[in-house]
């Protein structure tokens, strides 16, 4: 496949980059001007935060526990 000359690799950053803008822009207006609220990560409310597998307690929740 031959090398792409200046104007495709311009053209082709404008393909890749332009749905981001829009999609990006769109999400800015919905939190800005209609009040929805950003999107958060559902966390534990018990301990007050989410307990996850790590490799140093081999998969469980808490240190010291199998």
């Given amino acids: 496949m031959a090398p ?3 104007d495709a ?5 404008i393909i890749v980059s332009f749905p981001l803008l829009v999609v990006t ?3 800015l207006y919905r939190r800005t001007y209609m009040g929805e609220k ?7 409310t ?3 935060r989410a307990e996850l597998p790590s490799i140093l307690t081999g998969g469980g929740g808490k240190p010291g526990q199998q």
């Fill in 9 to 13: 690799k311009r053209l082709r950053v």
């Fill in 25 to 27: 822009s769109a999400i």
């Fill in 38 to 44: 950003q999107r958060t990560i559902p966390r534990d």
């Fill in 4 to 6: 792409l000359t200046a």
């Fill in 46 to 48: 018990d301990s007050g």
